[in-house]
């Protein structure tokens, strides 16, 4: 089955700075990499995602990469800011696995002000 | 229009009991995932509902269960509760099933196994 590996598990910035996250992934079949923001008592919530068929994707202040040949994909927030304060999974969708996410561990974010 | 709405928000058993926890899905998301994420373990699959059949189902033993109603609507239930079932049970709902649609969270059933 499909494994993902997320780094760093922490991770502090200073207000304004760039915040970036990787994970890498097992299976070669995997065609969806959604990544999710989840804050203290709240499920996940979806900021960014990226197909197989697409290397690259920015939405304001996020964006994601994906290098299919090496099996990893990044999110790079910039301009950080103390309500990105959170922690970050990235997940992965094998072909032909439904709906089924594989989340990688988690990076706990601060924004320090 | 509403998000996923998950009852109840928080629950405390003893080991051996059972338990059910509910969700209703995005108005018009046909299919109902379930997960389980403990600070081990992190976020693991349960299974997956679509249209009342079951599609998937994670790694978890048999006392682990689920079914989906007609009207999209899902239950999970946990027999002979363990203390290791402690966790918070995140209920996720997606449009048309599809493996690139957006799933949608909600915010999850804090269960506490004593």
């Known amino acids: 089955g499909e494994n993902v590996e997320q780094h760093p598990s922490t991770l502090s910035v200073q207000e304004g700075d760039s915040a970036v996250i990787k994970c890498t992934y097992s299976?070669?079949?995997?065609?969806?990499f959604p990544w999710y923001k989840q804050e203290l008592g709240k499920g996940p919530q979806l900021i960014i995602d990226i197909r197989s068929n697409v290397g690259e994707k920015k939405d304001q202040r996020i964006a994601v990469t994906l290098n299919k040949t090496a099996k990893h994909f990044s999110l790079h927030i910039t301009e950080t800011q103390p309500e990105d304060s959170a922690v970050y999974f990235c997940?992965?969708?094998?072909?032909?696995?439904?709906?089924?996410?594989?989340f990688g561990g988690g990076t706990r974010l601060m924004v320090k002000p | 229009k509403a998000g996923v709405t998950q009852t109840p928000r928080y629950l405390i058993k003893t080991r051996g009991q059972q338990v059910t926890l509910s969700c209703s899905p995005i108005s018009g998301h046909r299919s109902v995932s379930w997960y389980q994420q403990t600070p081990g373990q992190g976020l693991q699959f349960l299974f997956e509902?679509?249209?009342?059949?079951?599609?998937n189902k994670g790694n978890f033993p048999g006392r682990f269960s689920g079914r989906q109603f007609s009207n999209s609507r899902s239950e999970m239930n946990v027999s002979t509760l363990e203390l290791g079932d402690s966790a918070l049970y995140l209920c996720?709902?997606?449009?048309?099933?599809?493996?690139?649609?957006?799933?949608?969270f909600g915010p999850g059933t804090r269960l506490t196994v004593l």
């Open positions: 996720a709902s997606n449009l048309a099933g599809g493996p690139t649609d957006t799933q949608y």
């Open positions: 997940a992965a969708t094998p072909r032909n696995a439904g709906n089924m996410l594989t």
């Open positions: 509902y679509f249209s009342e059949t079951q599609r």
């Open positions: 299976d070669s079949a995997s065609n969806y």
